[in-house]
């Protein structure tokens, strides 16, 4: 009974510290090679206050976690500044670990490589429990708040997180806060039940165990790791002969479940009616392994290794079978009964709570139709604009005026510079030569963010989404610019602060949709949207941002001729009813001739002609540059 | 439904058949002592040799009838002398094999790592070759009541190497090269010092690296530069190898010496030429009169030699827990340690034993110098330290 | 005592470097961390111990060679069965990482269940044979090592500049598409490439085996290669020789000094990641290393 009490209390240890991994590695996509020492710092930490300071285990508890965030904001500021480059921050975490086990074991409170022994044991099963259902209830709160979508829309696509007006920075430090913040509350509770602590425990092997269960059990679900830890701590009891090919085992799991299945156990998805009989299964197949091998060692003594074997796979079998059959069950007969309670009931609450939303809500600020009265002063302002990759002249001292409220094509052959273009006005590369003026303001320099809160919003060539994330999810993380409740809120999930802000933003978000029919797509993965629909979608989260400036980047490509119109519709809509300011790159000429109102033309990074769609469609260089194509296929309006 | 219920069936079966077997009444019950051993890594050669003599030392006394009439049985788990590996050895001994008292483990560290698990269980451990005085003794001089030694403590270990070098070797300078992750190798270190300065020798360098680290160079170009005429270097058989072959790189001629962890036979494998002509402090060697019985039962059971010291001390470790467990009259942890504390003059391989109640530790030990020769350990002599 | 230092500091520093350049070249042209360029480098030397010690008596120079073909070999078969497929649908790099951390684990263990973690030495081949150099020493070893070691690097870069293949790898590390694009098999590019890495890792291997010895967790000495190369600047070449001697370097001295009592040597593991640290924030791509910008 103790032993299975040393296991349990084991396993909740390493879920904590799993469930902030989760978090960093699953969800926002930073890969950690030393989590071991997060832990450390948690453990020495609070060790250290009640083992000489004779403080209590809670306080001391939260005091570890708290020098843990501390140190991991340390390491996180320079690591991370690096953008886009996970590699270095897994170096990093690397050196960081090695570095941390040198200093605990040379500083004279932490007693050196001896380590402290005698700690006192004011961890059991019952109150790490407790620790372990807090953490998981906070995870899951955090991870359904708009500081959690906007993590998760890093883990997705980080270019696309920063053309939402999300800074990478700031939340991946927050990310690794909490992994910390975790991890370190994990290495309390460990060094006050196994009553001794010394640097080389927070090892390698440790933060494999902790990777290798996010890994597993799915990078982008709490309850995959959840499981995939407790199994990883549970079954190497069962097979203690075979404790060095443990870790044999997480290294060719990784790479498996990289190469083969990379969703892992539990793919994106939490516990659900769909996956419960999974999750029996693996309960099963636990417990049927744990009663084979009881049968195994007491009958292979008198019956011999074939018929104890047989035996036990039996038993193994039969349990998963019974259990996996059980859940099937458990599953129907809750179908009546859940969708009752759960987040449906939630959001009845949170409309009870709030002010009631309206569905007719205007989609953004930008000004209506009546102030649409094509001004003087352009609002775009582009001047002498220059970009080169190397040797490539990508952009080439390019000058171009776009009015407010003017549809702008902007076309040109292959390789043009159209998108470099986009990309320098949106930031995403820093300008080589010229400015950008946008409403007044100079843009050049800025970063992608801050151009966003100025009023750019952008599409992407390829398609850009938040595929993992339902459809609602990706139009409301372009929404969240300012959240609406703090992070402690968000924790928590205070009822009377968050239920009805996110009903608000969910309402908006839903109103969104609804102008660009795909509100009955709303719950769907984004990634499993038929190509068209998930245009609209990116077209969608675009104006979430309330932008002034709309760029298309090749909104058509790859659309038939019905999409094709479908989205000419659309594009027009958006306009006439908020006056929105569009540059348009395409290459349907169906498209651009229809919908635009001036277009101008690139060649090799120049702008080699503007004007009217007529004008252009005369104009000799603009053929020449189409390699001589006559404009007939032009001529279909 | 008839295959679910025909399943559900199988399965009760399976689940009543299991529980058979451990209805079985168990035989006349043994008295079980537990082994903490690394079995496997680093300390392989010692552990294995420890568990070889343990199992000499348990089927003798069985043979001979046991103890109380009981069998003594031997549980043995591989700690890989890694102290986490060691602390779930010593739960899973207690908790659940329920043995009196644990054999082992041989190193310090790992000896106070199990520390918390065999005193507030209150099963006695008896520690083969921990040689740190804090294993038995706490910071405020009151003893670690379940925790015993079988061996020498290093200030005396730490004494013998100075004093030899200082008489035997004619050494006026030193200096050492000592590992910080190690408290064994830090103490060691730190009593050489202070004893080798008491004989008026001046210690010229004195320099550390990391557990781990496998170069030392910058270390020992640093030591090279301050001349010393011996260097005492107190790790592991490891970083003692590399140590000597880096610092026969360098081009430094002076003595090598070092302590009980040099003692494996693949100090030889590891450091070539580079370790010959050099010396270290032992608790026992092949070569000592004392136990050459025990070295002809020993290759006569097992085809090798034994990997000194650890196996004649684990065997001494049995016979002391079979004597204890006499007096006390059975195997209540309490009336053991009280047994184990009243040792006096017991005949074990090493001499007679007798234990100081107020450490723990064995009094009157004897240490051995062993000289590196021809790829071989040489008995040099017995050392009897002069204070 | 400083010229010392600074012979030690640089013995070590060219493994380093060693161990950084094939880091560096398969992260130049495939975009992630290999971080089984470890467990590579560890299989190198076991490769020598065995033909060297345990099964043959193969004398030095051609158990050199076959150690580095050998690892090349196993860096091929790494390549194939971990990356390929993750490359081939250009799975994201996080994924590649993962899978290459877990073969580093996979390896590692391995080791340590089959042979075990007895520590094994390779024969002396250069016995004990030093030169006094103006006070201070090199053994004929490390120079022997560092000279090869230079050597090898030199054909690698003249390999890089001025053959086809070395030309195909150079304009597969700026667009890999492209490079497909102009008919070249990609599999087959990637192929050499991990032969050629896995190659240098052997070499390093052999070098770290004879000079120290060989045990299974060897691997762990490639995160300062890995820091080595962050330091000079992920994807660059001379970038990964130079970081790799800068931290050599640095090693050596801050083993020397002793501030107070404080032995800095034990701190050693500190300073690197503290230079690290302090690297990213003044220089965040390095010494010499390349700004990355997507094509988006």
């Given at each position: 009974?103790?032993?299975?009490?040393?296991?349990?209390?084991?396993?909740?240890?390493?879920?904590?510290?799993?469930?902030?991994?989760?978090?960093?590695?699953?969800?926002?996509?930073?890969?950690?090679?030393?989590?071991?020492?997060?832990?450390?710092?948690?453990?020495?930490?609070?060790?250290?206050?009640?083992?000489?300071?004779?403080?209590?285990?809670?306080?001391?508890?939260?005091?570890?976690?708290?020098?843990?965030?501390?140190?991991?904001?340390?390491?996180?500021?320079?690591?991370?500044?690096?953008r886009l480059?996970?590699?270095?921050?897994?170096?990093?975490?690397?050196?960081?670990?090695?570095?941390?086990?040198?200093?605990?074991?040379?500083?004279?409170?932490?007693?050196?490589?001896?380590?402290?022994?005698?700690?006192?044991?004011?961890?059991?099963?019952?109150?790490?429990?407790?620790?372990?259902?807090?953490?998981?209830?906070?995870?899951?709160?955090?991870?359904?708040?708009?500081?959690?979508?906007?993590?998760?829309a890093?883990?997705?696509d980080p270019v696309a997180a920063e053309m939402v007006g999300i800074r990478l920075l700031p939340n991946?430090?927050?990310?690794?806060?909490?992994?910390?913040?975790?991890?370190?509350?994990?290495?309390?509770?460990?060094?006050?039940?196994?009553?001794?602590?010394?640097?080389?425990?927070?090892?390698?092997?440790?933060?494999?165990?902790?990777?290798?269960?996010?890994?597993?059990?799915?990078?982008?679900?709490?309850?995959?790791?959840?499981?995939?830890?407790?199994?990883?701590?549970?079954?190497?009891?069962?097979?203690?002969?075979?404790?060095?090919?443990?870790?044999?085992?997480?290294?060719?799991?990784?790479?498996?479940?990289?190469?083969?299945?990379?969703?892992?156990?539990?793919?994106?998805?939490?516990?659900?009616?769909?996956?419960?009989?999974?999750?029996?299964?693996?309960?099963?197949?636990?417990?049927?392994?744990?009663?084979?091998?009881?049968?195994?060692?007491?009958?292979?003594?008198?019956?011999?290794?074939?018929?104890?074997?047989?035996?036990?796979?039996?038993?193994?079998?039969?349990?998963?079978?019974?259990?996996?059959?059980?859940?099937?069950?458990?599953?129907?007969?809750?179908?009546?009964?859940?969708?009752?309670?759960?987040?449906?009931?939630?959001?009845?609450?949170?409309?009870?709570?709030?002010?009631?939303?309206?569905?007719?809500?205007?989609?953004?600020?930008a000004?209506?139709?009546?102030?649409?009265?094509?001004?003087?002063?352009p609002l775009v302002n582009i001047r002498?604009l220059?970009k080169?990759?190397?040797?490539?002249?990508?952009v080439?001292?390019?000058?171009l005026?776009v009015?407010p409220?003017?549809?702008?094509?902007?076309?040109?052959?292959?390789?043009?510079?159209?998108t470099t273009l986009f990309n320098l006005i949106s930031g995403v590369y820093p300008l080589d030569?010229g400015s950008v003026q946008f409403a007044g303001q100079e843009l050049g320099g800025f970063a992608p963010t801050q151009i966003v809160q100025a009023g750019v919003a952008r599409t992407f060539?390829?398609?850009r989404?938040?595929?993992?994330?339902?459809?609602?999810?990706?139009?409301?993380t372009a929404?969240h610019a300012a959240?609406?409740?703090?992070?402690?809120?968000?924790?928590?999930?205070?009822?009377?602060?968050?239920?009805?802000?996110?009903?608000?933003?969910?309402?908006?978000?839903?109103?969104?949709?609804?102008?660009?029919?795909?509100?009955?797509?709303?719950?769907?993965?984004?990634?499993?949207?038929?190509?068209?629909?998930?245009?609209?979608?990116e077209?969608?989260r675009a104006l979430a941002l309330s932008p002034r400036l709309l760029l298309l980047d090749?909104?058509?490509?790859?659309?038939?001729?019905?999409?094709?119109?479908?989205?000419?519709?659309?594009?027009?809509?958006?306009?006439?009813?908020?006056?929105l300011t569009i540059i348009?790159i395409?290459?349907?000429?169906?498209?651009?001739?229809?919908?635009?109102?001036?277009?101008?033309?690139?060649?090799?990074?120049?702008?080699?002609?503007?004007?009217?769609?007529?004008?252009?469609?005369?104009?000799?260089?603009?053929?020449?540059?189409?390699?001589?194509?006559?404009?007939?296929?032009?001529?279909?309006? | 439904?008839?295959?679910?219920?025909?399943?559900?069936?199988?399965?009760?079966?399976?689940?009543?058949?299991?529980?058979?077997?451990?209805?079985?009444?168990?035989?006349?019950?043994?008295?079980?002592?537990?082994?903490?051993?690394?079995?496997?890594?680093?300390?392989?050669?010692?552990?294995?040799?420890?568990?070889?003599?343990?199992?000499?030392?348990?089927?003798?006394?069985?043979?001979?009838?046991?103890?109380?009439?009981?069998?003594?049985?031997?549980?043995?788990?591989?700690?890989?002398?890694?102290?986490?590996?060691?602390?779930?050895?010593?739960?899973?001994?207690?908790?659940?094999?329920?043995?009196?008292?644990?054999?082992?483990?041989?190193?310090?560290?790992?000896?106070?790592?199990?520390?918390?698990?065999?005193?507030?269980?209150?099963?006695?451990?008896?520690?083969?070759?921990?040689?740190?005085?804090?294993?038995?003794?706490?910071?405020?001089?009151?003893?670690?009541?379940?925790?015993?030694?079988?061996?020498?403590?290093?200030?005396?270990?730490?004494?013998?190497?100075?004093?030899?070098?200082?008489?035997?070797?004619?050494?006026?300078?030193?200096?050492?090269?000592?590992?910080?992750?190690?408290?064994?190798?830090?103490?060691?270190?730190?009593?050489?010092?202070?004893?080798?300065?008491?004989?008026?020798?001046?210690?010229?360098?004195?320099?550390?690296?990391?557990?781990?680290?496998?170069?030392?160079?910058?270390?020992?170009?640093?030591?090279?530069?301050?001349?010393?005429?011996?260097?005492?270097?107190?790790?592991?058989?490891?970083?003692?190898?590399?140590?000597?072959?880096?610092?026969?790189?360098?081009?430094?001629?002076?003595?090598?010496?070092?302590?009980?962890?040099?003692?494996?036979?693949?100090?030889?494998?590891?450091?070539?030429?580079?370790?010959?002509?050099?010396?270290?402090?032992?608790?026992?060697?092949?070569?000592?009169?004392?136990?050459?019985?025990?070295?002809?039962?020993?290759?006569?059971?097992?085809?090798?030699?034994?990997?000194?010291?650890?196996?004649?001390?684990?065997?001494?470790?049995?016979?002391?827990?079979?004597?204890?467990?006499?007096?006390?009259?059975?195997?209540?942890?309490?009336?053991?340690?009280?047994?184990?504390?009243?040792?006096?003059?017991?005949?074990?391989?090493?001499?007679?034993?007798?234990?100081?109640?107020?450490?723990?530790?064995?009094?009157?030990?004897?240490?051995?110098?062993?000289?590196?020769?021809?790829?071989?350990?040489?008995?040099?002599?017995?050392?009897?330290?002069?204070? | 005592?400083?010229?010392?230092?600074?012979?030690?500091?640089?013995?070590?520093?060219?493994?380093?470097?060693?161990?950084?350049?094939?880091?560096?070249?398969?992260?130049?042209?495939?975009?992630?961390?290999?971080?089984?360029?470890?467990?590579?480098?560890?299989?190198?030397?076991?490769?020598?111990?065995?033909?060297?010690?345990?099964?043959?008596?193969?004398?030095?120079?051609?158990?050199?060679?076959?150690?580095?073909?050998?690892?090349?070999?196993?860096?091929?078969?790494?390549?194939?069965?971990?990356?390929?497929?993750?490359?081939?649908?250009?799975?994201?790099?996080?994924?590649?990482?993962?899978?290459?951390?877990?073969?580093?684990?996979?390896?590692?263990?391995?080791?340590?269940?089959?042979?075990?973690?007895?520590?094994?030495?390779?024969?002396?081949?250069?016995?004990?044979?030093?030169?006094?150099?103006?006070?201070?020493?090199?053994?004929?070893?490390?120079?022997?090592?560092?000279?090869?070691?230079?050597?090898?690097?030199?054909?690698?870069?003249?390999?890089?500049?001025?053959?086809?293949?070395?030309?195909?790898?150079?304009?597969?590390?700026?667009?890999?598409?492209?490079?497909?694009?102009?008919?070249?098999?990609?599999?087959?590019?990637?192929?050499?490439?991990?032969?050629?890495?896995?190659?240098?890792?052997?070499?390093?291997?052999?070098?770290?085996?004879?000079?120290?010895?060989?045990?299974?967790?060897?691997?762990?000495?490639?995160?300062?290669?890995?820091?080595?190369?962050?330091?000079?600047?992920?994807?660059?070449?001379?970038?990964?020789?130079?970081?790799?001697?800068?931290?050599?370097?640095?090693?050596?001295?801050?083993?020397?000094?002793?501030?107070?009592?404080?032995?800095?040597?034990?701190?050693?593991?500190?300073?690197?990641?503290?230079?690290?640290?302090?690297?990213?924030?003044?220089?965040?791509?390095?010494?010499?290393?390349?700004?990355?910008e997507e094509?988006l």
């Open positions: 009974m103790a032993y299975a009490q040393a296991i349990f209390t084991n396993s909740a240890i390493y879920i904590i510290a799993a469930m902030g991994l989760a978090i960093l590695t699953g969800y926002t996509g930073l890969f950690s090679l030393g989590h071991a020492a997060f832990m450390a710092i948690g453990a020495y930490t609070s060790a250290i206050l009640t083992y000489f300071y004779h403080w209590p285990l809670e306080p001391a508890l939260v005091a570890g976690m708290i020098v843990s965030v501390l140190i991991s904001l340390v390491v996180g500021y320079p690591t991370l500044r690096a480059r996970s590699d270095y921050f897994a170096i990093a975490t690397l050196g960081f670990g090695e570095a941390l086990k040198v200093v605990l074991e040379n500083l004279d409170i932490t007693q050196g490589a001896r380590g402290l022994p005698g700690i006192q044991k004011l961890a059991g099963p019952f109150n790490t429990a407790i620790w372990m259902i807090v953490t998981i209830w906070l995870c899951r709160n955090f991870l359904r708040s708009t500081y959690g979508r906007k993590l998760i890093i883990g997705q991946q430090m927050l990310s690794l806060a909490i992994s910390a913040a975790f991890s370190g509350l994990s290495g309390g509770l460990l060094a006050h039940y196994i009553t001794f602590i010394q640097p080389a425990i927070f090892n390698m092997d440790l933060s494999s165990l902790l990777t290798a269960g996010v890994v597993c059990g799915g990078m982008g679900s709490l309850t995959g790791p959840f499981v995939a830890t407790a199994l990883f701590v549970v079954v190497p009891e069962l097979f203690r002969g075979l404790a060095l090919w443990r870790l044999v085992l997480y290294g060719v799991l990784l790479v498996v479940i990289m190469n083969l299945r990379p969703k892992g156990l539990f793919g994106h998805e939490e516990l659900n009616l769909g996956n419960l009989p999974k999750l029996f299964l693996i309960v099963g197949l636990t417990v049927g392994l744990t009663i084979g091998s009881m049968i195994y060692n007491a009958w292979v003594a008198d019956w011999g290794t074939i018929p104890a074997f047989l035996a036990a796979a039996f038993a193994t079998l039969a349990f998963s079978a019974i259990l996996n059959a059980l859940g099937r069950g458990t599953a129907w007969m809750l179908r009546p009964v859940v969708p009752r309670l759960g987040a449906g009931w939630i959001r009845a609450q949170a409309k009870l709570l709030g002010d009631r939303p309206s569905a007719t809500e205007p989609i953004c600020t000004p209506g139709p009546t102030t649409v009265a094509v001004s003087e002063n002498g220059s080169r990759f190397g040797g490539v002249v990508a080439d001292e390019v000058d005026t009015r409220g003017q549809i702008m094509g902007l076309i040109g052959p292959n390789g043009s510079g159209k030569a060539q390829n398609i989404l938040f595929s993992s994330m339902t459809v609602l999810d990706n139009v409301q929404l959240s609406p409740y703090s992070l402690a809120a968000a924790f928590v999930q205070w009822p009377w602060t968050v239920w009805p802000a996110e009903e608000r933003l969910r309402a908006r978000a839903i109103a969104l949709l609804r102008d660009v029919d795909l509100a009955d797509y709303a719950d769907r993965v984004a990634g499993t949207l038929p190509y068209g629909l998930q245009r609209k979608l077209i969608a090749e909104p058509a490509a790859g659309m038939n001729p019905q999409e094709s119109l479908d989205l000419v519709e659309l594009v027009k809509a958006i306009h006439r009813r908020i006056g348009l395409e290459h349907h000429m169906d498209v651009v001739m229809n919908v635009c109102e001036r277009i101008a033309v690139l060649n090799f990074g120049k702008k080699i002609a503007e004007g009217t769609p007529e004008e252009i469609q005369a104009n000799p260089l603009v053929l020449e540059a189409y390699l001589g194509q006559k404009v007939e296929n032009a001529a279909l309006r | 439904m008839r295959a679910q219920s025909f399943i559900r069936l199988l399965v009760l079966l399976a689940v009543l058949g299991s529980i058979v077997p451990c209805a079985v009444p168990a035989q006349a019950q043994t008295i079980k002592i537990g082994h903490e051993v690394a079995l496997t890594g680093p300390n392989a050669t010692w552990g294995q040799s420890e568990a070889n003599a343990v199992k000499m030392a348990v089927d003798k006394i069985n043979a001979q009838g046991g103890v109380l009439g009981r069998k003594l049985e031997i549980v043995a788990y591989d700690n890989r002398a890694d102290r986490l590996e060691a602390v779930n050895v010593a739960k899973r001994l207690v908790e659940q094999d329920k043995v009196v008292a644990i054999i082992g483990p041989a190193q310090s560290g790992v000896t106070n790592a199990i520390r918390e698990v065999n005193n507030s269980a209150k099963v006695p451990v008896i520690a083969t070759t921990a040689t740190n005085p804090k294993v038995t003794v706490n910071d405020n001089g009151s003893v670690v009541p379940y925790t015993f030694r079988v061996c020498f403590i290093d200030p005396f270990q730490g004494t013998v190497a100075a004093q030899f070098a200082a008489k035997d070797l004619k050494a006026k300078t030193a200096a050492i090269l000592y590992d910080v992750g190690d408290e064994y190798s830090q103490f060691l270190g730190k009593y050489f010092v202070e004893a080798f300065e008491k004989t008026g020798g001046k210690i010229t360098g004195n320099e550390a690296f990391r557990s781990g680290e496998l170069d030392f160079r910058a270390q020992l170009g640093k030591i090279k530069f301050g001349n010393p005429d011996v260097i005492f270097i107190p790790t592991m058989q490891k970083e003692a190898a590399l140590a000597a072959k880096q610092a026969r790189d360098l081009g430094i001629k002076a003595k090598l010496l070092g302590g009980d962890g040099w003692g494996s036979p693949d100090l030889f494998d590891l450091a070539g030429p580079a370790i010959e002509g050099s010396y270290f402090v032992n608790i026992a060697a092949l070569e000592d009169p004392a136990i050459q019985d025990f070295i002809k039962e020993y290759r006569a059971k097992y085809n090798q030699d034994p990997v000194l010291p650890n196996p004649v001390l684990a065997y001494d470790a049995v016979l002391w827990l079979a004597d204890a467990i006499k007096r006390a009259g059975g195997t209540d942890g309490e009336k053991l340690k009280a047994a184990m504390e009243q040792t006096k003059n017991l005949q074990v391989l090493t001499g007679k034993l007798t234990i100081d109640p107020k450490t723990h530790n064995p009094l009157n030990k004897p240490a051995v110098i062993q000289e590196t020769k021809g790829g071989k350990f040489a008995f040099v002599k017995v050392f009897v330290t002069t204070d | 005592m400083v010229l010392q230092t600074i012979i030690t500091g640089l013995s070590i520093g060219s493994i380093y470097a060693l161990m950084a350049v094939g880091y560096s070249l398969v992260f130049s042209v495939l975009n992630f961390s290999n971080f089984a360029h470890g467990a590579i480098i560890t299989l190198g030397a076991y490769v020598a111990w065995a033909i060297m010690v345990h099964f043959f008596r193969v004398p030095f120079v051609p158990a050199l060679v076959l150690s580095i073909a050998g690892a090349g070999v196993l860096a091929f078969l790494n390549e194939r069965i971990a990356y390929r497929t993750l490359r081939q649908r250009h799975a994201p790099s996080l994924y590649l990482m993962i899978s290459a951390m877990g073969v580093a684990i996979a390896l590692q263990n391995i080791l340590y269940a089959t042979i075990g973690a007895k520590l094994y030495a390779l024969p002396a081949v250069f016995s004990q044979d030093i030169f006094e150099v103006g006070g201070a020493t090199i053994s004929k070893m490390d120079l022997f090592a560092f000279t090869f070691s230079v050597f090898v690097i030199g054909l690698l870069h003249a390999g890089l500049t001025h053959t086809k293949v070395g030309t195909a790898i150079r304009a597969a590390s700026h667009d890999m598409e492209m490079v497909s694009v102009l008919g070249i098999n990609l599999d087959v590019l990637v192929a050499v490439l991990f032969l050629i890495a896995g190659g240098l890792g052997g070499m390093a291997g052999v070098f770290m085996g004879i000079k120290y010895m060989v045990y299974p967790s060897m691997g762990w000495i490639t995160n300062k290669a890995y820091i080595g190369a962050v330091i000079g600047g992920l994807g660059s070449l001379p970038g990964a020789v130079v970081g790799g001697l800068l931290l050599g370097l640095l090693e050596a001295g801050v083993s020397v000094t002793t501030i107070g009592s404080v032995h800095l040597s034990t701190y050693r593991d500190v300073f690197s990641f503290g230079i690290l640290a302090i690297l990213l924030i003044v220089r965040p791509t390095g010494l010499f290393g390349r700004v990355f094509k």
